[in-house]
């Protein structure tokens, strides 16, 4: 997302760029288009709400002409007051905005070594890893860590709609324009939550090799922990 | 969880016209909304176990699941130590760092650090003044925060606890737009000084 960025805001004041892709040879484990710019945890770029934190953030991104934030906004799908997007259009769009750009090259190498005769941005992500990885510590120092983890994704022709039903919550769209709101809500019962919740507290995670000292960010901790 | 990702408040069951006693949330995934993801619902556990217990749920007992949660570790610079508000490398001029690597948590907020390191790094090119953002703006306070000393640097999402506050104002809807207006102010005087 950053580097994506990065590389349109320098080539709109008319500086070429050389933009380096790791993919498609490398990925890493979260990723799987092979496009730019890929959503790899939630959907939604969270509120559209301007008197929110990240709704004001928007706001003074949208401000500064970014481009990312405004192609989310012309190809938002519905989700109550948040901003989502279909991820694979949002990855395509900004490839197709780059891909288009005279002024960005694109090379798809992985980068081990920073010895750039010209200013450069490093926009490798939180799942750096390699010879970079490498290269960055002697360069920083030790990094910091935590971990976090994505929720599953569902078929909706699976879901079984007798148990089931589209609202959101306090019904609060942002224009109020549809009516059964754009949540599908799964309501449990006390016997199936209590069910629900020692079965989930008990089922089997997959090992971690550093498992011993995890730090869960809490904005995305797993939700048997 | 029935205060956390699972609660129920603001939720009324359409059958009954009660508020269930609690409540999984799925987001539309995609355009064609075919796709739902499990809002809140991240998870490390084994794949054959999130079929069986996700199944518990009702409304899941059959669900497809076309992606499994899965659990990975992220690593960030010690951006205090090492980075300056330009997002540039204190040792390494030059050299700029954005995305989550610099500290910052969230997609908007990894968006926000490559658009302001590409305006460093134009400005170094430019032979021109490296743009400042103000504390009073949601930029400026990222900014700040993930180039300050902290013994305890952990990655941080926008929130209106970074801004400087305003003591004077006790409504809340009334505070929040006075953040607003605050930092729109701010970055357009930024705006204008380039």
């Given at each position: 997302l950053a580097g994506c960025e990065a590389a349109l805001q320098v080539a709109s004041k008319n500086i070429p760029v050389t933009l380096y892709e790791q993919k498609p040879a490398n990925r890493s484990k979260a990723h799987r288009l092979d496009?730019?710019?890929?959503?790899?945890?939630?959907n939604s770029l969270k509120?559209?709400?301007?008197?929110t934190a990240s709704g004001l953030l928007k706001q003074e991104l949208l401000t500064l002409g970014c481009k990312l934030i405004q192609i989310a906004f012309d190809i938002k799908i519905p989700s109550g007051s948040a901003l989502s997007v279909d991820r694979k259009v949002f990855s395509a769009k900004v490839t197709d905005l780059i891909k288009s750009n005279s002024l960005i090259t694109v090379i798809n190498q992985r980068i081990g070594e920073l010895n750039f005769d010209c200013p450069t941005i490093i926009a490798t992500g939180p799942l750096t890893d390699g010879k970079l990885y490498q290269t960055l510590w002697d360069m920083c120092g030790q990094y910091l860590n935590f971990f976090d983890a994505v929720s599953p994704i569902v078929s909706k022709e699976s879901l079984d709609f007798d148990h089931c039903f589209l609202a959101d919550r306090?019904?609060?769209?942002?224009?109020?324009?549809?009516?059964?709101?754009?949540y599908i809500n799964c309501p449990l019962s006390k016997d199936e939550y209590f069910e629900f919740y020692n079965q989930l507290i008990n089922a089997r995670q997959v090992a971690f090799k550093e498992w011993d000292n995890i730090n869960y960010f809490e904005g995305c901790m797993p939700i048997e922990a | 969880m029935r205060f956390g990702p699972m609660r129920p408040v603001g939720i009324v069951d359409k059958r009954t016209g009660k508020r269930p006693y609690a409540v999984l949330q799925l987001r539309q995934e995609n355009s064609s909304a075919d796709m739902y993801n499990l809002v809140g619902f991240q998870t490390s556990l084994a794949f054959g176990e999130q079929k069986r217990v996700f199944g518990i749920i009702p409304a899941l007992k059959n669900a497809e699941f076309l992606r499994y949660g899965v659990m990975h570790r992220n690593s960030f610079i010690n951006s205090p130590n090492v980075l300056s508000k330009s997002l540039e490398l204190k040792d390494y001029k030059d050299i700029f760092v954005a995305g989550q690597l610099s500290g910052v948590e969230g997609y908007v907020e990894s968006i926000m650090t490559g658009l302001i390191a590409a305006k460093s790094c134009i400005a170094k090119i430019d032979n021109t003044d490296t743009p400042k953002f103000d504390q009073t703006t949601m930029i400026g306070a990222l900014l700040n925060y993930i180039t300050t000393k902290n013994s305890k640097f952990a990655p941080m999402n926008a929130n209106f606890g970074l801004l400087p506050p305003l003591d004077n104002m006790r409504d809340k809807y009334q505070r929040k737009q006075a953040y607003y207006d605050r930092s729109i102010k701010s970055l357009k005087q930024t705006i204008d000084s380039l």
């Open positions: 496009t730019f710019a890929e959503l790899v945890c939630s509120s559209l709400d301007r008197l306090y019904d609060k769209t942002e224009d109020n324009k549809i009516e059964n709101g754009s | -």
